[in-house]
């Protein structure tokens, strides 16, 4: 339970990070925030198991992988960007 509750606070930080490095307005609210960290830290996490052979299965808490949860929810603030919003047709 308490790693999830740390996932959850990782998850709002690089969030947050990531709508502040972010140009433009984002329309998503704290939840949703935090959200965006959570999949940007999965997206991290495969991303440097990748490029570094790292093994997603034990992470472990350090830097890298904070800087990669962050760059991870840029990503996919990008990608919720591109998508959201648009009319369907």
Known sequence: MMAFIGWMVIGLVA??????FTPGRQPM???????LGMI?????????AVMFGQDPANPGIHPVGFIGSTIGAIIALAIYLRTAGRPAV
Not at 40 to 48: M, N
Request: glycine residues 22%; without cysteine; hydrophobic residues 60%.
């Open 40 to 48: 940007g830290s999965l997206i991290g996490g495969v991303l440097s």
């Open 29 to 35: 609210g704290l939840f949703m925030t935090m959200l």
């Open 15 to 20: 969030g947050l990070l990531a709508r502040a």
